[in-house]
């Protein structure tokens, strides 16, 4: 498995998100239809010795993390403070969730180090990209208290920027001249930091903050179609939408595939946690919309945007077909009728990354 592979499972589906212990269970007729236990076992154990032979060719710099690759094949880096910052470290205890390679562990310890400090941003909503995915992760794995500790009060940080009035968490501080309180999709893969939060302390704060921010982007963030806006700016005083945008889309009315990703995973998420059907049926919605949409290619790696305007001719997003995949591996298990559906729709995925258009042959170190 080629290394362009290795880093969009590290910088797409952000640590927490390939859930290796949690992976559906069943199991199709057709062979050739779904992901088989096999399979995965081959890819994921591929992923962990490459993970290996990487890390131990990584010098570490607490200030350059691995991100992902740039064009030609140089290592694109990144600092603590940036929302993809979690994302090695978290990919690395996932491998060793996996393999239970004491160097994965050692590298994974190392690199998330520096993100500790993350746990005290009350500027961002990414606490769960940056803290859980990583810390969330080593706790899950290792039962170290510290860990515990650290995503804890990153859940604390992050309640504080709930707004009882709009019923969400402010996801971003910047650009006061065009929103006065944005809620972007994006914001639903942060909710898994307090949902466990409350399942650590027994403290149900935590819980009705995530349910309700679920609660008020599912009223909001949808169009008629069930595509997603990206952000739903709201009145911080009374709770009203004031506008609806697509920031990182080709336009505000535009289908941004990450984002519907994003949302796809998201309300998963959000039903393991409350097993609340409206959650559930949600996720169902947006998954037939991704796979069923006209502008998806037939090899399932969708444009960056589903309406933008020079399809064919448009930049693919492997991101977005990655969080998809991770979300529909874990819809499955709940969406029993349609599991194979999904199944077949993550392998598709899994099979079109190994083809050479995604990948590089560039080894940066």
């Given at each position: 498995?080629?290394?362009?592979?290795?880093?969009?499972?590290?910088?797409?589906?952000a640590?927490?998100?390939?859930?290796?212990?949690?992976?559906?269970?069943?199991?199709?007729?057709?062979?050739?239809?779904?992901?088989?236990?096999?399979?995965?076992?081959?890819?994921?154990?591929?992923?962990?010795q490459?993970?290996?032979?990487?890390a131990?060719?990584?010098?570490f710099?607490?200030?350059s993390i691995?991100?992902?690759?740039?064009e030609?094949?140089?290592?694109?880096?990144?600092?603590?403070?940036?929302?993809?910052?979690?994302?090695y470290?978290g990919?690395?205890?996932q491998?060793?969730?996996?393999?239970?390679?004491?160097a994965?562990s050692?590298?994974?310890?190392?690199?998330?180090?520096?993100?500790?400090?993350?746990?005290?941003?009350?500027?961002t909503?990414?606490?769960?990209?940056?803290?859980?995915?990583?810390f969330?992760?080593?706790?899950?794995?290792?039962?170290?208290?510290?860990?515990?500790?650290?995503?804890?009060?990153?859940?604390?940080t992050?309640?504080?920027?709930?707004?009882?009035?709009?019923?969400?968490?402010?996801?971003?501080?910047?650009?006061?001249?065009?929103?006065?309180?944005?809620?972007?999709?994006?914001?639903?893969?942060?909710?898994?930091?307090?949902?466990?939060?409350t399942?650590?302390?027994?403290d149900?704060?935590?819980?009705?903050?995530?349910?309700?921010?679920?609660?008020?982007?599912?009223?909001?963030?949808?169009?008629?179609?069930?595509?997603?806006?990206?952000v739903?700016?709201?009145?911080?005083?009374?709770?009203?939408?004031e506008?609806?945008?697509?920031h990182?889309?080709?336009?505000?009315e535009?289908?941004w595939?990450?984002?519907?990703?994003?949302?796809?995973?998201g309300?998963?998420?959000?039903?393991?946690?409350?097993?609340?059907?409206?959650?559930?049926?949600?996720?169902?919605?947006?998954?037939q919309?991704?796979?069923?949409?006209?502008?998806?290619?037939?090899?399932?790696?969708?444009?960056?945007?589903?309406?933008?305007?020079?399809?064919?001719?448009?930049?693919?997003?492997?991101?977005?077909?990655?969080?998809?995949?991770?979300?529909?591996?874990?819809?499955?298990?709940?969406d029993?009728?349609?599991?194979?559906?999904?199944?077949?729709?993550?392998?598709?995925?899994?099979?079109?990354?190994?083809?050479?258009?995604?990948?590089?042959?560039?080894?940066?170190?």
């Amino acid at each position: 498995m080629k290394y362009l592979i290795y880093l969009a499972v590290a910088t797409s589906l952000a640590g927490g998100f390939l859930l290796f212990d949690k992976l559906p269970i069943t199991t199709s007729k057709d062979a050739n239809s779904v992901v088989s236990a096999a399979m995965l076992q081959n890819r994921l154990g591929q992923l962990s010795q490459k993970a290996l032979s990487d890390a131990a060719k990584l010098p570490f710099d607490s200030t350059s993390i691995p991100r992902s690759l740039q064009e030609d094949g140089a290592l694109d880096v990144t600092k603590s403070k940036t929302w993809t910052s979690g994302f090695y470290a978290g990919t690395l205890w996932q491998l060793y969730g996996f393999s239970k390679e004491e160097a994965l562990s050692n590298a994974a310890r190392t690199w998330q180090a520096p993100l500790e400090k993350e746990k005290l941003d009350s500027g961002t909503h990414d606490l769960g990209f940056k803290v859980f995915c990583s810390f969330g992760t080593a706790h899950r794995l290792t039962g170290d208290q510290h860990y515990r500790d650290v995503f804890l009060t990153a859940a604390r940080t992050l309640s504080t920027r709930f707004n009882p009035n709009v019923g969400a968490i402010r996801s971003w501080d910047h650009h006061a001249d065009v929103w006065d309180f944005p809620v972007i999709v994006d914001n639903m893969m942060n909710l898994e930091l307090l949902f466990e939060a409350t399942i650590a302390t027994g403290d149900s704060s935590f819980y009705h903050i995530a349910e309700q921010h679920a609660r008020t982007t599912l009223k909001n963030h949808f169009r008629p179609d069930h595509s997603s806006y990206h952000v739903i700016d709201y009145n911080p005083e009374t709770g009203e939408v004031e506008n609806r945008h697509t920031h990182q889309g080709a336009a505000h009315e535009s289908a941004w595939t990450r984002g519907q990703a994003w949302g796809l995973y998201g309300f998963t998420t959000v039903y393991r946690y409350t097993r609340e059907s409206v959650f559930l049926e949600q996720a169902k919605i947006i998954a037939q919309y991704f796979f069923n949409h006209p502008n998806l290619p037939k090899d399932l790696i969708p444009y960056w945007d589903f309406d933008a305007p020079n399809i064919p001719d448009e930049p693919r997003d492997v991101s977005a077909a990655t969080i998809a995949a991770s979300g529909l591996l874990e819809l499955a298990k709940y969406d029993t009728v349609n599991a194979n559906q999904y199944l077949a729709w993550a392998d598709g995925i899994l099979t079109s990354l190994e083809n050479e258009n995604y990948q590089t042959e560039a080894i940066p170190f």
